[in-house]
C-alpha cells in the first residue's frame, strides 16, 4: 500500500475508505473480512490504530486533507460472545456515512488502558502470538504504547494541517505523554 503513493495515490486513498468501511461504529476493526461485509470481528487493538497511522500518512505525503471529509459507512454485527477471541460473521453497513476524521478519532479513543496507564492489548499487540495475554483483559503493552504515541503525534500534524492548533497541541502532549509512560 506505501508504495502506491507515489505511482497511484488515488488508490490509496480508495483503501483508506474501504478499510474505514470495515470499522464497528465502537471503533474495533474486522481483522480479515470477505466479500458481502464478511469478517472476523476481533478485541486486536493495534488493528484499530492502522487506519488514522495510514491516513495521516497519506496526508503527509499527498496533503490531501480533504480526504478527512470523505465518508463511509459504519458496519454493525454481533457482539463477541463473553469468553471468546473473536467471531466471524456477517455484518451490515450502517444506513448513515461518517467523514474518514470521524472514523479514525473513534479507532483514537477506543483504547482502553491497564493501571499504569498503558494502552490495554485486548488481543493481537503486532504479534498474534499475544493474543491469550491481551485477551484476559490486562496485558499491557508497550509496543503498542509506542505506535500509540507515534499516531498521536502523527494527529497532532494532521491537526495543525486542519488549522485546529489546541487538538495538535493536546495530540502531541499526549504524545510525549505515552512515549514516557513506555
Not at 453497513?93 to 483504547?111: D, G, K, N, V
Request: charge should be neutral; glycine fraction near 8%.
Amino acid at each position: 500500500m506505501t508504495a502506491l503513493i507515489y505511482t497511484n495515490p488515488e488508490e490509496v486513498r480508495r483503501h483508506l475508505l474501504l478499510c474505514a468501511s470495515r470499522q464497528y461504529e465502537a471503533g474495533d476493526v474486522q481483522h480479515w473480512w470477505h466479500p458481502g461485509h464478511a469478517g472476523v470481528r476481533t478485541r486486536i487493538t493495534d488493528d484499530r490504530l492502522f487506519l488514522p497511522f495510514m491516513t495521516a500518512w497519506y496526508i503527509r505525503r499527498t496533503g490531501d486533507v480533504e480526504v478527512l471529509a470523505a465518508s463511509a459507512p459504519f458496519l454493525v454485527g454481533a457482539d463477541i460472545p463473553p469468553g471468546k477471541h473473536d467471531l466471524y460473521h456477517f455484518a451490515a453497513p450502517t444506513a448513515y456515512a461518517a467523514p474518514l476524521m470521524e472514523h479514525c478519532l473513534r479507532a483514537i479513543r477506543s483504547l482502553r488502558f491497564g493501571p499504569r496507564h498503558i494502552p490495554l492489548m485486548e488481543g493481537g499487540d503486532w504479534n498474534d502470538g499475544m493474543n491469550h495475554i491481551g485477551a484476559q483483559g490486562w496485558g499491557e503493552s508497550v509496543w503498542l504504547t509506542w505506535f500509540f504515541g507515534l499516531v498521536l503525534e502523527r494527529w497532532s500534524a494532521v491537526a495543525e494541517r486542519c488549522g485546529d492548533r489546541e487538538a495538535s497541541e493536546r495530540y502531541q502532549r499526549l504524545s510525549k505523554h505515552f512515549v514516557q509512560q513506555a
